[in-house]
């Protein structure tokens, strides 16, 4: 028996997108050195700003082969320098003061590059759409929950 | 003598035949009985609802002798406490016999105890006699199981983290539930959350241990008096999925679609709150800013406080290292157990409150109560030697696993050490988020017991891998636990003993783990049946399921069947549990690295009932025969897990008992 395939095409799609590696000068040099989809370097972040060209998320089952390398919602973002896969975190689309980010919204994003499974991803750490600027994770790498969100909002702090 | 003589015989004669003259009385108002009284069968008992052993037996008498062919009427109470004579009547006549005694027909006692008076009576006779009978309660055998787990509730708005611990007490005849308690937290009972009513938790009503005497698989219902916890259409019940090894042990998940957890549930050996001993401990859960935190230490416990220890953090990726417990008074406080060997500790430090259960003398499971913040975790005794490097000598299989709060990863390999230079060598596999970096990764590194001249040989340390070895898995804390303790089975006294905690102090992961030593890696001796578990992650969402089951091991071929819980509909959009699962694989030795095995070449194929299978790429560790551990090496997924190989009895149930044992010798 085999593993079932089903998306196996949306797969392939995406995974051409994503090797189409944006060539802004900044990108090889801010990938970070450890290879670990948790790990979070702050000191390697970089700022990018495009147009949200597609919002991808999680669908419930069934179980098949994973179509990206990070936990939770991705945006793919169309910069000056091509299109970039950004991992949101687990948790920026659900819960109370979720983000809401559609395709051709102008968004800046401050996080760090990565290459997972040969693929480059954008870990977003910040995302800034309009006036707002929503954090995604905290120093360290670690999604911001919708709880955490909460919390720190009643508190009056940024995450 | 005249001629009239003889009639007047003749006639005085008649007279008395025609009165019934018997050579007593020549009065027929003699024959009628005088008194009843109780013969026989006074004073018995018997449990409620079950057979006297004696008849009952009543003597008819006329002056002294038994008169035979009197009927005699036996009459029990109407209500309450009484019994019934054989077709169902609380009245029952019988008749003297040669000998004036009269036996009632067979008399069971009804389902109210009791002492109460059964009369016997006669027709004409004033007096009755009066039979004293009790029915006395069922006698109950009862057992009490400490349960533990923690994993993501889908209820109240999920995902979120929840944790729960508790002690049940199961009628070991029927398993029926007959009391407990527990504690639930999903760390935001400030903002909407769910928290039990602390802090004395909440109490287990009722429910029911259903499993099967040759698998050990099955559910336990669990009804509280808290209508936060369960499922929204049956409020205060939870149902869990229960995996047995033996008799004294199961793995767990909750199984109602509410929520999705691993843990175990282990039998109460003691309730007596813990004092004068030394202890290792772990715990994981979420901080107030519900980002995930761990703990690792060790500490000693006084009379109602601590005398010594330290602790590690990681919070989200800041980590503390040998934080100190505060001791003696203004410290840590440590109240006593109730009579289910339920405690709480006040500033405790890690929470400001916990609860705890005791399990055994060495063994305590903790939970985190407080309102803004969740944890669960455990306490292992340290016996009585000190530690040092040499603690750790030999080869160990160790696993290491995420806080199922974000961040999900897994990591599970074996080491050799060479304690003289505080180093170990090894090898292992690690899958963070559906990244596998290192599969096969060969570890060379260093570790520390804090000896006799540091800290009092209290048993803390540390291990270090060196950078990107093993993915992020770089620093571990290491907390010596009792060599005479089975960390996974903590009432096993015979196998699988010694080893340590582990919690994962990495700026990226937060988890925890054990250490246990390696004893055999022989193919030979992974066979029979296990009980095997797991908690899994789907890496896209990070949403959990979890899975127990049991099956054969032949030739390293695993033929099994599960319980899947699947709250977040992974497996398919309908289902949130799913059993029978079917689990079949075949984990072939790598050829280099004796223990490891690997499930790739012939995958774990999962097919729950009515889906698809599907293929999961599995790596084991083999510890000894009596247990594995297994990572999920998947894109899509992760998970890690034990296998424990299961004992002849894989059921508490004493009816159960029974059957297993008849089956397995109708087997041989």
Known sequence: ?159 | MNRRTPWLLFTLIGLMWVAGFDGCSCNPSNKEPEAVAVESGSGQSTTVNTQFGAPLVAVVTKNGSGLSGVQVTFTAPANGASGTFQGGSTTANATTDANGSATSPTFTANGTTGTYTVTAAVSGVANQADFSLTNTAVSVTTENFVFYASGQEAIDDGPNFYAVAGVVTINTSTGAVVGGEEDYNDGFADDGGILSVEPGGDSITSGQLTISSTTGQGTLTLITNDPQLGPDSTPGTETFGVQFVNAKHALVTQFDGSATSSGSMDLQTSTATPSNASFAFTSAGVDPEYDPIVFGGVFTIGQGDLSGGSFDVDDAGTVEFAQPFTTGAGGVVINSTDALGRGTVSNAQIAASLAYYVIGPEVIRLIDIDTTDSAVGSAYGQGSGTFSASSLTGTFVFADQANPWDAEYGAIGMFTTDPGAGTYSGVADDNEGGNVFAAEAILNGTYSICGAAGCGGNGYGSLTIPDGDLAEVATLGVYMTDPALNLNDPNNTTSGQGGALLADLDSNLVGTGVIVPQTSTSTSDFANNYAFGAQGFVTESAFEYDFVGQGSVTASALDGSSLISDPFELFDEVHTTFTGATFVGTATPDGVNAGRYLMTDNPLVVTPPGDQPVDFMVVLYQASGGQLFWLDEDDFSLWVGPLEQQAATVTPLAAAKSNSNTQKKTTK
């Open chain 1, 1 to 159: 028996m085999k593993r079932r395939f089903t998306g196996l095409a949306s797969l392939t799609a995406l995974a051409a997108i994503f090797l189409a590696t944006p060539s802004f000068a900044q990108t090889n040099s801010a990938v970070a050195k450890s290879t670990g989809p948790f790990a979070y370097d702050i000191t390697k972040e970089i700022t990018i700003s495009g147009i949200v060209s597609s919002v991808l998320s999680p669908a419930k089952g069934p179980l098949k082969p994973a179509a990206w390398t990070m936990a939770g919602p991705h945006l793919l973002v169309t910069t000056s320098s091509g299109t970039v896969d950004a991992s949101l975190g687990r948790f920026a689309l659900v819960g109370k003061e979720a983000l809401s980010i559609a395709p051709g919204n102008q968004v800046q994003l401050t996080g760090i590059m990565k290459n997972l499974r040969n693929q480059p991803v954008f870990v977003a750490r910040t995302l800034k759409t309009g006036n707002q600027t929503f954090v995604l994770r905290n120093k360290h790498g670690f999604s911001v929950s919708p709880q955490t969100r909460e919390r720190l909002s009643e508190k009056g702090v940024q995450p």
